[in-house]
């Protein structure tokens, strides 16, 4: 993909995590909908971030040509979905917050304050973001969205991942199930016997986890 034609519009939406589940379903992905359907959206990445205060990181891919044209309709849509929905701007610091400097208030949009680092190389690559995207939003648009149901869903993703890749390359298994014990459960990295004891209890329903989950035969 040519990266001289295209450009990723970074925009922060600041909104407690109480509401990302009504954001999501009735403000990104109808949003998402009016971009496709006037052609002016290539691909888009959400990710759950708290850096400045809880907020949606939200990116889009569109023309250069058209970039302008697609912020100022971003901000316009938001700014009107925020006050129909009473989303009032206002500034709110819990006893946990112990960043130095003050967050963004709550119900605001902001830009530029992350970075997408590249551009897709194949339609391979558009398609596997535009599937994981579409899945976070299908997933976290139905309840209220909390630690452990984020959690969860990375659990199922990286689960999934992991036996998709091991049913092409089978001779991969011994290294990945070291990766994931390492990762998961920094077992070998700290010996600790509460961690090991830890990994004994969880092992039987990760295990069931994993079980569960199955890998559609793809017909090549």
């Not at 091991?166 to 298994?173: A, D, G, L, R, T």
């Amino acid at each position: 993909m040519d990266e001289k034609k295209y450009k990723w519009l970074s925009i922060s939406l600041f909104i407690p995590r109480t509401n990302w589940q009504h954001i999501l379903r009735n403000a990104i992905e109808p949003y998402l909908n009016i971009l496709l359907g006037e052609k002016y959206l290539i691909d888009f990445k959400i990710k759950f971030d708290y850096s400045g205060g809880e907020n949606i990181q939200f990116a889009l891919l569109v023309p250069i040509s058209a970039a302008l044209t697609v912020a100022k309709k971003t901000d316009r849509y938001f700014k009107i979905f925020f006050r129909e929905n009473n989303f009032l701007p206002k500034i709110s610091v819990d006893d946990s917050f112990d960043q130095v400097f003050m967050p963004y208030p709550q119900n605001t949009i902001h830009y530029g304050l992350f970075r997408v680092e590249n551009l897709f190389e194949s339609e391979c690559d558009l398609l596997i973001n535009r599937g994981f995207n579409e899945t976070l939003i299908e997933v976290f648009s139905e309840d209220l969205i909390d630690d452990g149901m984020i959690l969860t869903f990375a659990l199922y993703l990286s689960f999934y991942c992991y036996k998709a890749i091991i049913s092409e390359c089978p001779n991969m298994v011994s290294l990945l199930s070291d990766h994931y014990r390492k990762e998961l459960f920094y077992i070998d990295a700290l010996n600790d016997n509460l961690i090991n004891e830890k990994y004994n209890e969880l092992n039987l329903s990760v295990t069931e986890i994993f079980n569960d989950i199955t890998i559609p035969v793809i017909q090549k």
